[in-house]
């Protein structure tokens, strides 16, 4: 199994262009999620999708949209890209939500 | 919503040495407590974790104890070693009021394990 997997590792932005981080998972977990890190900072929840179809806002959702068309992929999409969206985003996937989420290699950011 | 507090932020320990690391959390109905470790450059990964009906939990050389009336837990690591030094986030769940559960991470413990 190839766990959760991101791509791409790196990406620069330049401010008001638009990408999608892609998030896909093998392990045909119900449960995904998109966190960003800032540095010296925990995890933030941006999205979370307790199942295809079904998608909810985190703590920090401005600036983001997701979808959930299958079990296997949760991809996020930036529109607008500011600084402020500079950060390492995280996908994770879980058998359930209160259970061990396992996390993919990250995307590392830079909108300038 | 709920808050996670971590301490220290940073922490030094010789080689051979106990750690331990502090959080609290604000919201008495949480009821999932996960510790990850994230190495340099490395995505999280899950360490250990206790439920709200626990009060202790131990592997190996790792061990977390909760307390649900002071709402705080701790992770003990003893006999650390050189590749224990990484940055370790606590973390609690919490239903939200659409009926799921969230995880709200503290900022995390920079450990070093001077050898």
């Known amino acids: 199994n190839a766990g959760v997997t991101q791509t791409p590792k790196f990406r620069i932005l330049k401010i008001g262009q638009s990408m999608t981080l892609q998030c896909t998972q093998d392990?045909?977990?119900?449960?995904m999620y998109w966190y960003r890190q800032d540095p010296g900072m925990g995890l933030k929840l941006i999205y979370y999708s307790v199942g295809a179809g079904i998608t909810d806002k985190g703590e920090v959702p401005n600036g983001y949209n997701v979808s959930r068309s299958t079990t296997e992929d949760f991809p996020l999409r930036l529109e607008l890209a500011a600084p402020s969206q500079t950060s390492v985003y995280f996908c994770?996937?879980?058998?359930?939500?209160?259970?061990?989420?396992?996390f993919g290699p990250g995307t590392r950011l830079t909108v300038t | 919503g709920e808050n996670v507090e971590q301490h220290p932020s940073t922490l030094s320990v010789q080689e051979g040495d106990s750690a331990v690391i502090k959080c609290t959390y604000s919201d008495s109905a949480s009821n999932y407590f996960p510790w990850y470790k994230q190495e340099l450059g490395k995505r999280p990964q899950l360490i250990i974790d206790?439920?709200?009906?626990?009060g202790e939990k131990k592997d190996q050389r790792i061990a977390v104890t909760l307390n649900k009336t002071a709402k705080h837990f701790s992770l003990h690591i003893t006999e650390t070693q050189p590749e224990d030094s990484a940055v370790y986030f606590c973390a609690a769940s919490l239903r939200s009021g659409a009926g799921s559960y969230q995880l709200t991470f503290g900022k995390g413990t920079k450990l070093s394990v001077i050898p």
């Open positions: 392990m045909n977990h119900n449960y």
């Open positions: 994770a996937s879980s058998y359930s939500q209160t259970y061990e989420q396992y």
């Open positions: 206790i439920r709200s009906n626990v």
